[in-house]
């Protein structure tokens, strides 16, 4: 069973900073992406940050210059590092990775969600 647990959710003020992590364990033969993806109240699921394994990441325009992700892959982790938060950036943040359990065999995976409030 593979599972992806977060943390480092929470409430802070506008222009604060806060940091996220994604820990995958289970039985996993390699890991090929993890990213962040976020859902505020009355909106679709939206991509935040992904990174590849190699060293690639991409960011959504919304977050570029404040968000960092940062991937593990020797140790199946990933962090979010949000700065200069905005009261827009409130949401549930949800990590995802595609992995591989086998080779040759992928599989998507998510986690159960952090909420994050920014919010004075």
Do not use: H
């Amino acid at each position: 069973q593979v599972q992806l647990v977060e943390s480092g959710g929470g409430l802070v003020q506008p222009g604060g900073s806060l940091r996220l992590s994604c820990a995958a364990s289970g039985s996993i033969f390699s890991i090929n992406t993890m990213g962040w993806f976020r859902q505020a109240p009355e909106k679709e699921r939206e991509l935040v940050a992904v990174a590849i394994r190699g060293g690639s990441t991409n960011y959504a325009n919304s977050v570029k210059g404040r968000f960092t992700i940062s991937g593990d892959f020797a140790k199946n982790l990933v962090y979010l590092q949000m700065n200069s938060l905005k009261p827009e950036d409130t949401a549930v943040y949800y990590c995802k990775a595609l992995y591989q359990p086998a080779p040759n065999r992928y599989r998507e995976i998510w986690g159960q969600g952090t909420p994050v409030t920014v919010s004075s």
